[in-house]
């Protein structure tokens, strides 16, 4: 009989030595855990750092030198007159009379006897002049619905379209793409001699009778001026403003500051400082990743320091208001964060709005854009931390790539090592084997 090594000298290489690296993993497991928390810092930043921009961003507005420069247009009757404004049209009442208004030419071609407006109409071909442009109708003749679309289609400044007036009888209507009393002309057709009256219709059909409807401007008087326009739209009459006539008839139009839009700036400001607040309470809460994180303390206080700033109107240093921003209605909460009163905002602007204007720009707005600027920048506060969370996810990465291939020459080595003991373990078993058969056992 056979004799057999004692059980278990056989072995699965492949397995045991799996099991002998898993048991070497540990210090790549914690580079790889120091990576992701690395990582989550990084996204973390980044959310904050976009928080701060938002927050520079808004205070900008409220510093920048249009702050207050927001119109809002009311007319009386909307639809006679609406108007717009660019913002740099000062305050005032403008009176408008519409009595005319800018109307395009038309030119209208009647057709009788017209069977099918799909149906190719001899002599509908070769080419016709439009607006001193010509149109190319082609070599085969048109019916009057490809004649339409060729006109469409060609840019001649001019819309075309077919009426179907019933009993066989249409007309083809061109009407000008503008307005006014020279802007709005068709030039070369509906005139004598149009050789489209005898296209249209047909050789051996009478011709087409040709309708005219004369070009126009528009007449409205301004603060009691008598004026005229080409279009109904007019953006040369007031500097800043566009007036748009819709009828026939009179409307107010006012313009005056919109308290209501710079009373938004001033509330986006709020929101984006509320949220700087709360991500950094966040972040720095017992599950944020930045878990009792001085930094996030210290961009609280610069924010809170330079709203905060004493200002003086007069220049002197020497002054009792540490919280300017109170002054149009922003106040600070129990929880750091800021409220607005959008009454008494209101209140400051109406009651000095340059003062408004002067003190954010002068004083606690400035301040706060600039210090953002500062911690945003490479080496400030928050730029540097970033910077050297940078530095160290590359590091730690180098380490991981160290670690691993450490491990993969290490796993290679046993499972040379331990195929070479396997195979010898084998040969020792058919030694033992060939004895055994030998001696009859």
């Known amino acids: 009989m056979a004799y057999s090594m004692p059980s278990g000298l056989g072995m699965d290489v492949n397995q045991l030595v799996s099991q002998l690296i898993s048991t070497e993993q540990g210090p790549l497991n914690q580079v790889k855990s120091r990576i992701m928390t690395i990582d989550t810092q990084v996204s973390d930043l980044g959310k904050l750092k976009s928080a701060l921009s938002d927050l520079k961003a808004a205070m900008s507005k409220m510093t920048a030198s249009d702050f207050l420069k927001v119109n809002k247009v009311t007319s009386s009757d909307p639809s006679t007159v609406t108007a717009t404004s660019d913002g740099t049209t000062p305050n005032g009442s403008f009176q408008l009379n519409v009595t005319q208004l800018a109307a395009p030419q038309t030119v209208t071609y009647s057709l009788s006897g017209v069977a099918d407006p799909t149906t190719a109409v001899t002599g509908l071909q070769g080419a016709v002049m439009i607006n001193g442009q010509t149109v190319n109708l082609g070599a085969s003749n048109l019916?009057?619905?490809?004649?339409?679309?060729?006109v469409n289609g060609a840019g001649v400044g001019v819309t075309a379209s077919l009426v179907n007036q019933g009993g066989g009888s249409y007309k083809v209507v061109l009407m000008s793409q503008k307005t006014g009393s020279t802007d709005g002309q068709i030039t070369s057709n509906g005139q004598p001699g149009d050789p489209l009256v005898a296209k249209l219709a047909g050789t051996g059909n009478p011709p087409a009778t040709i309708g005219n409807s004369t070009a126009q401007d528009a007449q409205y008087?301004?603060?009691?001026?008598?004026?005229?326009s080409q279009s109904n739209t007019v953006s040369d009459a007031v500097p800043g403003m566009t007036f748009t006539f819709n009828k026939v008839g009179s409307s107010g139009v006012t313009v005056g500051r919109d308290n209501d839009a710079i009373q938004k700036k001033a509330q986006d400001f709020v929101d984006a400082y509320n949220k700087v607040i709360d991500l950094t309470n966040s972040l720095r809460g017992k599950d944020g990743s930045f878990k009792g994180d001085s930094m996030l303390l210290s961009v609280q206080r610069q924010i809170y320091t330079q709203i905060s700033a004493p200002y003086s109107a007069s220049g002197s240093p020497k002054v009792t208001d540490a919280f300017p921003l109170v002054k149009i209605g922003i106040t600070l909460d129990k929880n750091g964060k800021l409220m607005l009163d959008g009454s008494a905002f209101t209140k400051a602007l109406q009651s000095d709005p340059n003062g408004v204007a002067t003190m954010l720009t002068n004083g606690p707005g400035t301040n706060?854009?600039?210090?953002?600027?500062?911690?945003?920048?490479?080496?400030?506060?928050?730029?540097?931390?970033?910077?050297?969370?940078q530095t160290s996810r590359r590091?730690?990465?180098n380490r991981q790539d160290s670690i691993q291939a450490a491990?993969?020459?290490?796993?290679?080595?046993l499972l040379a090592q331990y195929s070479q003991l396997n195979s010898s373990l084998a040969t020792m078993q058919a030694s033992l084997n060939r004895v055994a058969s030998s001696l009859g056992m």
Do not use: E, H
Request: glycine share 10%; charged share 15%; hydrophobic share 35%.
């Open 143 to 150: 019916s009057l619905n490809d004649f339409v679309s060729k």
């Open 221 to 228: 008087t301004l603060n009691g001026v008598s004026l005229t």
């Open 368 to 389: 706060l854009v600039n210090s953002i600027s500062g911690m945003l920048d490479t080496q400030g506060l928050i730029g540097s931390r970033d910077g050297n969370l």
């Open 395 to 397: 590091q730690q990465s």
């Open 407 to 413: 491990l993969d020459r290490r796993q290679q080595a």
